[in-house]
């Protein structure tokens, strides 16, 4: 079965940066787009971007342009996400996702705390 | 961007009573919405796609219409597991959005 296996949490100084990893098993890994999405504060939801891992090309949320560099690495079927110039506003639940109709997987989400 | 205006915010219900939920987009998307519940701790779960679809698993109470813009979730007979927050995305066009979600307690 599909499973997206998130890497664990993070804390993180204000300023530094952090990638997330998520590993996809149980499918063809260059089948569906990867999604990640940010979830503030256990409320609402920000879709950030996603990559297609076949040829690597992404579709950034204006928002997270210049804050989210999304990369995958096909030969251990792995997602990352760069979130860069951490400040208190990053911190959050973020998700890796495939969403394609019915087949509709998510990470379990890693907590990203900014603290100093 | 495409808005995504979903309502109620929260909502108190009783066991048994029929809940609806809406969304609301900005402008047409076809059928391309999903609904989700998310309950606390947990990443959201696919409920209805393409607007009308049960996902697989998922109980026959819940169901998804749409009509133009707007976008409905019904739960029939609403069941103690069934108080969670749910969510509409719209996946029409990139920036995807989400509506900001509604939360479902007991009455």
């Known amino acids: 079965q599909v499973n997206l296996l998130q890497s664990g949490a993070a804390l993180v100084k204000p300023g530094a940066s952090v990638k997330l990893s998520c590993k996809a098993s149980?499918?063809?890994?260059?089948?569906?787009?990867i999604h990640w999405v940010k979830q503030s504060h256990g409320k609402s939801l920000e879709w950030i971007g996603y990559?297609?891992?076949?040829?690597?090309?992404?579709n950034y949320n204006e928002k997270f342009k210049s804050k989210a560099t999304l990369t995958v690495d096909k030969s251990t079927n792995t997602a990352y996400m760069e979130l860069s110039r951490l400040t208190s506003e990053d911190s959050a639940t973020y998700y890796c996702?495939?969403?394609?109709?019915?087949?509709?997987?998510w990470g379990q989400g890693v907590m990203v705390t900014v603290s100093s | 961007d495409i808005q995504v205006t979903q309502s109620p915010s929260s909502l108190l219900a009783s066991l048994g009573e029929r809940v609806t939920i809406t969304c609301q987009t900005s402008?047409?998307?076809?059928?391309?919405l999903n609904w989700y519940q998310q309950k606390p701790g947990q990443a959201p779960m696919l409920l209805i796609y393409?607007?009308?679809s049960l996902q697989t698993g998922m109980p026959s109470r819940f169901s998804g219409q749409y009509s133009g813009r707007s976008f409905t979730l019904t739960i029939t007979s609403l069941e103690p597991e069934d108080i969670a927050n749910y969510f509409c995305?719209?996946?029409?066009?990139?920036?995807?959005?989400f509506g900001a979600g509604t939360k479902l307690e007991l009455k």
């Open positions: 996702t495939i969403c394609e109709g019915a087949r509709d997987y």
């Open positions: 990559i297609n891992p076949n040829s690597g090309y992404t």
């Open positions: 995305l719209q996946h029409y066009s990139a920036p995807y959005t």
């Open positions: 402008q047409s998307i076809s059928n391309n």
């Open positions: 393409y607007a009308t």
């Open positions: 149980g499918y063809t890994f260059t089948d569906y787009y």
